[in-house]
């Protein structure tokens, strides 16, 4: 179990390089957009990873609060912060490549300012976290879960509140050979998220776990101080 | 039932401190005219076309800032008397204590809103369409106003403990009650222009709050909790400090 982590490192750092080459060489340049699209099969990957890190920073954040669980807290903190990893990648990506294909940087487009807010919210988080009050684990856990909650409603405010403003399409349909660079990349991120999520929570863990035996060795002067 | 009463003695309770000082009402009232004097100074030169299209977003951007600064007050004035645990420890529901903060919330904001849109019409003629459907424009600014209070009271009440750092409930709270201001805002737009399907979005506003006040109601015994004293948790919500003060005393015997 505990060499998992370093595997999968491992194994991301073999396949980046020839995900690289893949995406330049071997998949063919998409007719409309021109070599501008090859962004997208990292932008794509991060924006996937950053919602699916906040999903599970939203569950974890439930299950610390209704368990008391450090494993849990853990956790929480380590999809916390992969969030807001991936969200810089995506928030990089996603208006380079909108500058380049749609002439604009920012649209206003429903997925941009609910990835957007995404990250504030897990930024949020963090900050709580780290300079929050004496309760402030369990404040960024009810600000996780909120916020988790809050971004399919906000896809679909944005949504509305733009039927007044013209559309733009981002993606219309692709060959399968971008479809499978794609599922390539992504398996290399995803890896590599994965095993830094990993390494951060078993970290975490630790520094909790850490917390309570100074906390125990105080209290009971007799006890061996932790190293 | 019994909940209801015990809300509504909290929340008279509250309001009658109010009564005797107007402290909260009186800085809200005039916080939100300075607000439209500097919108209207800064949004003068807009003409009616672009007013009309930008009015929506002051109104809520208004009532976002006077919320926050409401919400740093209502749990400021427990923390002050020290009364956050007497009331922890009173015989009532913990869901009656948000409800209650909830109400003297919105009460605040709703009478902010009485100055706010009457003043908003007054320096810009385009807001004038408000008063054409008053029974809409109150509808909207009660779910409005309800569902952003129902975010700010759960969070405030979380950082009620914590001194001076009231600027993390604005790093939280204006991310977090974004959508309810979205669709706020959505309905405002539709009110202006007078579109069909402004009671379509008014009632999925207060779906909204509808599942807004149930997961703040879920979550608020455990965040006031955490604030107001431990109750036996694996980890003391303390336990970060704690930890670094004894790791502090015991470096100098090593």
């Known amino acids: 179990m505990k060499y998992i982590p370093y595997a999968l490192l491992l194994a991301a750092a073999?396949?980046?390089p020839y995900c690289v080459q893949r995406v330049f060489l071997h998949t063919p340049i998409e007719a409309e957009m021109g070599t501008a699209q090859k962004i997208f099969y990292f932008h794509v990957p991060l924006a996937w990873i950053c919602m699916l890190f906040a999903v599970i920073c939203g569950v974890a954040a439930g299950v610390q609060l209704r368990r008391r669980s450090d494993k849990a807290e853990a956790l929480a903190v380590a999809a916390g912060e992969m969030t807001v990893l991936a969200g810089v990648g995506v928030l990089i990506t996603g208006p380079i490549w909108g500058d380049a294909t749609w002439g604009t940087p920012w649209t206003g487009d429903a997925r941009q300012v609910s990835t957007a807010l995404l990250w504030l919210v897990f930024v949020a988080y963090l900050l709580v976290r780290e300079y929050g009050p004496p309760n402030s684990e369990r404040i960024a856990a009810a600000l996780a879960i909120f916020g988790a909650i809050d971004v399919p409603i906000i896809y679909y405010a944005v949504k509305i509140w733009k039927t007044t403003h013209p559309q733009t399409g981002v993606v219309g349909s692709l060959p399968q050979s971008m479809w499978n660079t794609l599922f390539v990349c992504l398996a290399a991120l995803m890896m590599l998220s994965i095993a830094l999520v990993w390494i951060r929570a078993a970290q975490a863990r630790m520094a909790i776990a850490?917390?309570?035996?100074?906390?125990?060795?105080?209290?009971?002067?007799?006890?061996?101080?932790?190293? | 039932m019994r909940l209801l009463r015990q809300t509504w003695l909290l929340t008279r309770n509250d309001l009658r401190q109010e009564a005797r000082r107007l402290e909260l009402v009186l800085t809200a009232g005039f916080f939100t005219l300075v607000v439209v004097?500097?919108?209207?100074?800064?949004?003068?030169?807009?003409?009616g076309v672009v007013q009309r299209k930008a009015i929506p977003g002051m109104v809520w951007l208004c009532i976002a800032f006077v919320g926050a600064l409401t919400l740093t007050r209502v749990f400021d004035r427990e923390r002050e008397s020290n009364t956050l645990a007497a009331l922890l420890a009173a015989p009532v529901d913990r869901l009656a204590i948000y409800l209650s903060k909830l109400a003297v919330t919105l009460v605040v904001l709703l009478t902010c809103s009485a100055l706010l849109?009457?003043?908003?019409g007054l320096l810009f003629p385009a807001s004038q369409v408000f008063a054409a459907d008053p029974l809409a424009l109150i509808v909207l600014m009660v779910l409005g106003?309800?569902?952003?209070?129902?975010?700010?009271?759960l969070f405030a009440a979380g950082l009620a403990t914590g001194n001076g750092k009231n600027v993390l409930l604005s790093v939280i709270l204006y991310p977090l009650t974004t959508p309810v201001l979205l669709?706020?805002?959505?309905?405002?737009?539709?009110l202006l222009e007078g579109h069909p399907e402004l009671w379509a979005t008014l009632s999925q506003i207060a779906a909204l709050d509808v599942v807004l006040i149930g997961v703040g109601a879920w979550l608020f015994e455990t965040v006031l909790i955490g604030a107001a004293h431990s109750s036996q948790p694996a980890r003391s919500p303390d336990a970060s400090s704690r930890a670094a003060a004894a790791r502090a005393r015991s470096t100098p015997t090593n």
């Open chain 2, 183 to 190: 669709f706020a805002l959505v309905a405002t737009q539709r």
């Open chain 1, 14 to 16: 073999a396949l980046f």
């Open chain 2, 117 to 120: 849109v009457p003043g908003l």
């Open chain 2, 145 to 153: 106003c309800l569902g952003y209070a129902a975010v700010g009271t």
């Open chain 1, 210 to 227: 850490l917390d309570q035996a100074w906390i125990a060795a105080d209290t009971q002067p007799g006890a061996a101080q932790p190293a």
């Open chain 2, 37 to 47: 004097v500097m919108f209207a100074l800064a949004f003068f030169a807009l003409d």
